[in-house]
């Protein structure tokens, strides 16, 4: 699956084909009470509160001029780039799942970073761990983690691995050798392997007691059931050709949304703990395309009220409120307050003032990485241009919702010295 960098609200009440009846109630599920920390206020740690995968912090005066910072990453074979697989651990340890690109074997690779100490280093590779456990097929590559990376109830962080050698991108034909779901204890370099399914799993979201995957091609939901340990069901929502969205959005319920792209329209369903139907919301500007061209969910934060903020890859914002009444989807119109943009990264820092994020016009002839901010009560964006430091040239910048205890926002992705693609990531300041 190739990566290109593509260049009045309302809200929708959930709807399908068959009915023009008012979206279903969506009961909560059972599940347990998340881990909630509140850390101290101290001298350069502001209040914060951590509820499990994501860190809330006080609003800034301005969520304007933020600054960049590169990290050192280890120096790994045939890595290439960090795509938006990130994630953050109970002890405030930051997750980046490097991919590979070139000839011969390719095994993405998981890298802790320990921000209090400023170090990095490997915490394993799937082919190894693959060859540990007995699992390793002949001539099977896995050269990529892109789901993010999520620390369950269990405490366990879960991912999944994804071949990408032998598909079609037209949807024909799917990789030769799959994917793999994982989970690692934070720490460990001792992966335990938990599935193995025949789709690339690009994507993941954590709800309630469930972590949710998606494949292509079609559109392939799998639910993994973090209190049972086991794969509890897997649903074919439908997408075109070879079109992937690039995330998935999942709810404090459990409920989880997912893009279906079939006869020239996109619309967000979403599923309950059980993997039932229960509504259907229409996209607007959501690109369509039968191929990797259309990367549809860039980027998606949760929010403070259980419900998360989500943007297409043509820059439409929208926010899905969780309601006892039925959940309602509310469209923000631009992220950016010129228009349409590609913006695969998004934040928030109290979880409920704004959502924040880097991105680029480069369909508007602007290829300017832009620090977007978005006041979610007054309805209106701002931009201004952001200098992200470099080892070389060609950035692609991906990642959302990782922060660390001081509430340090991490960005992922790649950089191009001569021809040759290396991985890179950066922790932002507010």
């Known amino acids: 699956m190739k990566h290109v960098a593509l260049l009045i609200p309302i809200i929708l009440?959930?709807?399908?084909?068959?009915?023009?009846?008012?979206?279903?109630?969506?009961?909560?599920?059972?599940?347990?009470?998340?881990?909630?920390v509140v850390r101290p206020r101290g001298p350069e740690l502001p209040k914060s509160i951590t509820v499990r995968n994501v860190i809330f912090t006080p609003q800034p005066e301005s969520p304007l001029r933020p600054r960049a910072q590169s990290l050192e990453l280890p120096i790994l074979p045939t890595a290439s780039a960090v795509w938006g697989s990130t994630g953050r651990d109970e002890h405030g340890h930051i997750y980046f799942g490097v991919s590979t690109e070139g000839e011969g074997e390719l095994s993405a690779r998981l890298v802790d970073h320990d921000p209090h100490k400023d170090t990095t280093s490997e915490r394993g590779n799937v082919l190894a761990q693959l060859r540990r456990l007995g699992l390793a097929r002949p001539g099977e590559?896995?050269?990529?983690?892109?789901?993010?990376?999520?620390?369950a109830p269990d405490g366990w962080l879960h991912f999944a691995s994804m071949d990408e050698g032998g598909e079609n991108e037209d949807g024909t034909r799917l990789p030769t050798f799959g994917s793999h779901i994982w989970r690692v204890r934070p720490g460990s370099d001792q992966w335990e392997h938990l599935e193995a399914v025949p789709e690339a799993l690009i994507a993941s979201a954590p709800g309630g007691n469930f972590i949710y995957y998606l494949g292509y091609f079609g559109h392939v939901l799998y639910q993994w059931n973090v209190e049972s340990g086991r794969l509890t069901?897997?649903?074919?929502?439908?997408a075109v050709g070879g079109h992937t969205t690039r995330n998935i959005v999942a709810d404090s319920r459990g409920h989880v949304f997912v893009p279906r792209v079939v006869s020239g329209k996109a619309e967000l369903v979403e599923f309950d703990e059980t993997l039932r139907e229960v509504a259907a919301f229409p996209l607007t500007d959501y690109s369509?395309?039968?191929?990797?061209?259309?990367h549809g969910i860039v980027s998606w934060t949760p929010l403070a009220d259980g419900g998360a903020a989500f943007v297409t890859d043509r820059g439409r914002l929208y926010r899905l409120i969780p309601r006892s009444t039925g959940t309602a989807i509310?469209?923000?119109?631009?992220?950016h307050p010129d228009g349409p943009s590609y913006t695969a990264s998004l934040f928030t820092f109290d979880g409920e003032s704004s959502v924040v994020g880097i991105g680029h016009r480069q369909n508007s002839g602007d290829a300017r990485y832009e620090w977007i901010a978005y006041d979610l009560r007054l309805r209106r964006g701002a931009a201004e241009e952001v200098r992200i430091p470099s080892r070389g040239n060609g950035v692609l910048l991906y990642g959302s919702i990782t922060r660390d205890d001081r509430g340090r926002l991490y960005l992922a992705g790649r950089a191009m010295i001569g021809d040759q693609s290396i991985p890179m990531a950066w922790s932002i300041v507010p």
Do not use: M
């Open 13 to 36: 009440a959930g709807c399908s084909a068959s009915t023009s009846a008012p979206p279903p109630i969506a009961h909560a599920s059972p599940v347990s009470e998340p881990d909630i």
């Open 141 to 151: 590559n896995q050269n990529k983690i892109h789901t993010k990376i999520w620390q």
């Open 233 to 238: 069901g897997r649903v074919r929502v439908g």
């Open 288 to 294: 369509l395309t039968p191929d990797s061209s259309s």
């Open 330 to 335: 509310i469209d923000l119109g631009y992220l």
